[in-house]
Nanobody
Framework: QVQLVESGGGLVQAGGSLRLSCAAS????????MGWFRQAPGKEREFVAT????????YYAESMKGRFTISRDSAKNTVYLQMNSLKPEDTAVYYC???????????????????WGQGTQVTVSS
């Protein structure tokens, strides 16, 4: 069983950048497909980005393409989300998740993730 801890959130002005980290313990991240999701108040958890178990293949939600980058450092057993050109609508709690499922169709659905971190708040001011 893997435990996940997110960090790196905060308050940033529109156009700014943040890098979120998701540190794992208990098992190596190469055992899982990893994903970042976000949830704004009153809204459902929304897919942001995913990276395959291999650490090579990535996929992004349309509105994040070109602005966000997901990556993994196997030596640190950590997944990152680099967020650039942030917008006020990016404001949310960001969660990382680990999934035992393979395949893009599974990776974009939060229901297929068995492990979650506690979340980190990202607030983008206009």
């Amino acid at each position: 069983q893997v435990q996940l801890v997110e960090s790196g959130g905060g308050l940033v002005q529109a156009g700014g950048s943040l890098r979120l980290s998701c540190a794992a313990s208990g098992r190596t991240l190469s055992s899982y497909a990893m994903g970042w999701f976000r949830q704004a108040p009153g809204k459902e958890r929304e897919f942001v980005a995913t990276i395959k178990r291999s650490g090579i293949g990535t996929y992004y939600a349309e509105s994040m393409k070109g602005r966000f980058t997901i990556s993994r450092d196997s030596a640190k057993n950590t997944v990152y989300l680099q967020m650039n050109s942030l917008k006020p609508e990016d404001t949310a709690v960001y969660y990382c998740g680990a999934s035992n499922y393979a395949g893009l169709g599974y990776a974009v659905n939060a229901a297929n993730y068995g492990y979650w971190g506690q979340g980190t708040q990202v607030t983008v001011s206009s």
